[in-house]
């Protein structure tokens, strides 16, 4: 008889605690791009680098009209809610952003007005209705002079990341044109920026104590 009991206890039990497989938050669109985890603090004196991608199968931001309507979203929403677009990037599926903020709180409210903004443009440009980015954007905030001067050159420069290079000039899909901190300040055409200005120490003096940025140099064989 006890025989039996244990093998009935030892069947049709289901471990209901700890972490389960599968559990949680699903990720939007078919992968996650970013990690759901609560994102940490700001302080006021740290820009931060934000990354925003495309769903997938949707034409290219680079082209004609979809970049002014990208662009003009930016312009429109780049200073709001103690959020403040400084330089940015648009490649074809994803954009690069460098901004500033009062806090977390910011990030969050200035972000989502300019993704709703860009969304709008971009679905009445190509007659559709949906999703248009394929997750919640990445945030990583710049601490050091040094971070700071990476993510400037890596942001201004991300179309030689992806095989292409301007030999007369910078990306025009970039804030480039209004972007001071050129090495060869004489191939840059300065014209006054329709964003917002850097206000941070980091971003106006802190990354030049490292140099200024090279433009048009090849990726192969220069170095910054």
């Given at each position: 008889m006890s025989t039996r009991?244990?093998?009935?206890?030892?069947?049709g039990f289901t471990n209901w605690g700890g972490k389960r497989r599968g559990a949680g938050r699903k990720p939007q669109g078919e992968q996650?791009?970013?990690?759901?985890?609560?994102?940490?603090?700001l302080k006021r004196y740290e820009p931060v680098h934000v990354t925003v991608k495309l769903e997938r199968g949707l034409p290219s931001l680079r082209g004609a009209q979809a970049f002014r309507a990208v662009r003009r979203a930016l312009v429109r929403g780049c200073?709001?809610?103690?959020?403040?677009?400084?330089?940015?990037s648009i490649q074809s599926n994803h954009a690069h952003l460098i901004v500033e903020v009062e806090d977390k709180s910011a990030l969050t409210r200035g972000m989502k007005g300019l993704c709703v903004r860009i969304a709008q443009g971009l679905?009445?440009?190509?007659?559709?209705?949906?999703?248009?980015?394929?997750?919640?954007?990445?945030?990583?905030?710049?601490?050091?002079?040094?971070?700071?001067?990476?993510?400037?050159?890596?942001?201004?420069r991300n179309v030689e990341k992806h095989g292409l290079r301007f030999v007369d000039g910078f990306d025009p899909c970039t804030s480039g044109d209004s972007f001071d901190g050129w090495k060869n300040a004489r191939a840059s055409a300065q014209s006054s920026s329709?964003?917002?200005?850097?206000?941070?120490?980091?971003?106006?003096?802190?990354?030049?104590?490292?140099?200024?940025?090279?433009?048009?140099?090849?990726?192969?064989?220069?170095?910054?």
């Open positions: 009991r244990e093998q009935q206890q030892a069947f996650a791009c970013v990690s759901h985890k609560k994102r940490a603090p200073e709001r809610f103690g959020f403040r677009l400084v330089h940015w679905n009445a440009l190509w007659r559709r209705s949906g999703r248009v980015f394929a997750d919640r954007f990445h945030a990583h905030v710049l601490k050091t002079p040094t971070e700071v001067r990476n993510a400037l050159r890596y942001v201004l329709a964003f917002g200005r850097a206000q941070t120490w980091l971003l106006t003096k802190g990354w030049r104590r490292l140099g200024l940025i090279p433009l048009n140099l090849s990726p192969r064989t220069a170095k910054p």
